[in-house]
């Protein structure tokens, strides 16, 4: 029934008025007010760190006199005549990455055998001393035009261990050649946004110290935006293996002191630490060909195989840095990127659609109450970090119930948290309804930026997100259900399956056949 205190026709009493009024006003400023976030959780990440978690993923070029001599490990002894790229063009390289999706390059600038790319006044041993250019090329400035001109991010990697430079093995002298180097590097070349060390050295090579925390400093002070790789960070580190592979188990926390660079235990960087009071989020580097130099008779892996290491690195909160090295000729081979093309259709064929989003979405609680829409649960469906769901405080209950408003088939769950505000969840799992009664689909462990989770294909209409345990009160930037019809999976294991991959079926999709569809 209408209000007759509003519908009358007879006037508002003049009395009431001030009452009428200021219970108008009254309400206003409360419904106006914005509800504060809820309190990161530390440790958090800086802001060259965010930007490069953002993004995902980094093709690394390994180049030098090793792609002519055919070596992994030069000795350091081969003439520098050898380098003579003919064709090189550095913004091929720059064009292919940027065209398969990939946002940042990183150039072995020197690798093991001490021959530099760049015009180094501390040696000879460079391109100065080949027929490339005349001895006046610069691999490094054409590749820093070209990654700027093309807006993409240009990270160097400097080898501490360096097998032709005579003060090798003497600690002073070395460490002040090193960093002169770096210095060059760092001061010729515009922004670098990551650098890139490791602690890679021979056995029986000469015992010798490398100031690593000086030249961490200086790094940070000369190219203050940039991230330093390496097996203890200090700003990103090494996932522990070379094939692109992260544990199911990731956490982005570190503790540094319990790490050592060319020592540390791989178990623990691959799962990271629970408990650890730095923020060091890693870094899955792996070849697109056996060896990191480009060799004439390899051949590089099948975009089916790219997708597997994709969802293990990338889909386990790791930056993935996939490595595709320049032929003899200066150019990325043709093989190369067409299996970076079908690499990236792939991407664009599963995550370009999210089958969740024109799902109806409730939550178990919201923070600020169910009319707040600033931590609405239908914040998850935009693809953003800094848009969140949030549960209200102190709730034993953390949980998204989505209805698709029809029945759809799907193997893979993508979840993302907003690592600005933290790592928070330590288990979750996906639950469809299916016969009147709720089925676990599958189970995971951390998310971080980025989590993907296949399993055998279901099909439903009704699912939830259940949050088992967090750190802190759990928040949610994103959630996706996507079908992959590419991979082939094992129903040996209701957790994320090995796939098994043929490369003569690259684009070929997998037919929705009832054996190919799990009952979970």
């Known amino acids: 029934m209408p209000n007759p205190s509003f519908n009358s026709r007879k006037p508002i009493s003049v009395h009431a008025l001030p009452i009428f009024v200021s219970l108008f006003f009254s309400a206003i400023p409360h419904s106006a007010l914005?509800?504060?976030?809820?309190?990161?959780?530390?440790?958090?990440?800086?802001?060259?760190?965010?930007?490069?978690?953002?993004?995902?993923?980094?093709?690394?070029?390994?180049?030098?006199?090793?792609?002519?001599?055919?070596?992994?490990?030069?000795?350091g002894h081969a003439s520098p005549s050898v380098f003579n790229p003919t064709l090189l063009n550095a913004s091929q390289w720059v064009h292919v990455a940027k065209e398969a999706g990939f946002s940042r390059v990183i150039l072995t600038a020197k690798h093991h055998d001490g021959f530099c790319l760049w015009l180094s006044e501390y040696t000879d041993y460079s391109v100065k001393a080949s027929p490339w250019r005349n001895g006046k090329g610069d691999v490094v400035a054409e590749l820093a035009a070209g990654a700027k001109e093309a807006g993409i991010a240009l990270g160097l990697y400097l080898s501490p261990w360096d097998r032709h430079e005579s003060c090798y093995g003497k600690t002073l002298e070395y460490n002040e050649f090193y960093i002169g180097q770096m210095t060059e590097l760092l001061t010729r070349y515009g922004d670098i946004k990551e650098v890139w060390l490791?602690?890679?050295?021979?056995?029986?090579?000469?015992?010798?110290?490398?100031?690593?925390?000086?030249?961490f400093s200086l790094i940070h002070q000369l190219q203050p935006d940039a991230v330093i790789f390496s097996d203890a960070g200090p700003d990103t580190r090494w996932i522990g293996d070379e094939a692109g592979v992260?544990?199911?188990t990731c956490w982005s926390l570190f503790n540094r002191s319990n790490a050592v660079i060319g020592g540390t235990n791989p178990q623990y960087s691959q799962g990271g630490d629970p408990h650890g009071h730095d923020w060091v989020p890693a870094e899955c580097d792996v070849s697109i060909r056996p060896g990191w130099f480009w060799h004439a008779s390899q051949v590089p892996k099948s975009a089916l195989e790219l997708l597997d290491i994709y969802y293990k690195s990338t889909g386990r909160n790791c930056l993935l840095l996939l490595n595709v090295p320049p032929n003899?000729?200066?150019?990325?081979?043709?093989?190369?990127?067409?299996?970076?093309?079908?690499?990236k259709e792939l991407r664009r064929s599963i995550f370009s659609n999210n089958l969740a989003e024109k799902g109806l979405l409730t939550a178990s609680s919201i923070r600020g109450g169910n009319d707040n829409y600033q931590f609405s649960p239908y914040n998850v469906f935009e693809e953003s970090i800094y848009t969140y769901w949030a549960p209200?405080?102190?709730q034993r209950d953390w949980v998204l119930y989505l209805d698709l408003q029809e029945s759809v088939s799907f193997n893979v769950l993508q979840v993302q948290e907003p690592i600005h505000m933290g790592q928070?969840?330590?288990?979750?799992?996906?639950?469809?309804?299916?016969?009147?009664?709720?089925?676990?689909?599958?189970?995971g462990t951390t998310v971080g930026y980025k989590r993907l989770l296949q399993f055998p294909t279901v099909q439903s209409r009704y699912l939830k997100?259940?949050?088992?345990?967090?750190?802190?009160?759990?928040?949610i930037s994103y959630m996706g259900l996507h079908m992959d019809r590419f991979s082939i999976l094992s129903?040996?294991?209701?957790?994320?399956?090995?796939?098994?991959?043929?490369?003569?079926?690259?684009?070929?999709?997998?037919?929705?056949?009832?054996?190919?569809?799990?009952?979970?």
Request: aromatic share 10%; hydrophobic share 35%; glycine share 6%.
């Open 34 to 75: 914005k509800i504060p976030p809820p309190l990161p959780i530390l440790p958090l990440p800086s802001a060259s760190q965010l930007q490069w978690q953002l993004s995902s993923m980094a093709l690394f070029l390994h180049f030098g006199p090793n792609t002519f001599t055919d070596s992994e490990w030069g000795t």
């Open 491 to 520: 129903h040996a294991s209701n957790t994320t399956s090995q796939i098994y991959v043929n490369g003569s079926q690259v684009l070929r999709q997998v037919p929705n056949k009832d054996s190919q569809t799990a009952t979970v």
């Open 392 to 394: 209200e405080e102190d």
């Open 246 to 248: 992260a544990g199911s």
């Open 465 to 475: 997100l259940v949050i088992d345990m967090s750190r802190a009160d759990p928040l």
């Open 424 to 443: 928070r969840i330590i288990k979750f799992h996906l639950e469809i309804l299916s016969g009147g009664r709720w089925k676990n689909v599958i189970s």
């Open 198 to 215: 490791d602690g890679a050295k021979g056995e029986g090579e000469k015992d010798m110290e490398y100031y690593f925390d000086a030249w």
């Open 328 to 343: 003899s000729s200066g150019l990325i081979s043709d093989e190369d990127i067409q299996a970076l093309q079908e690499f």
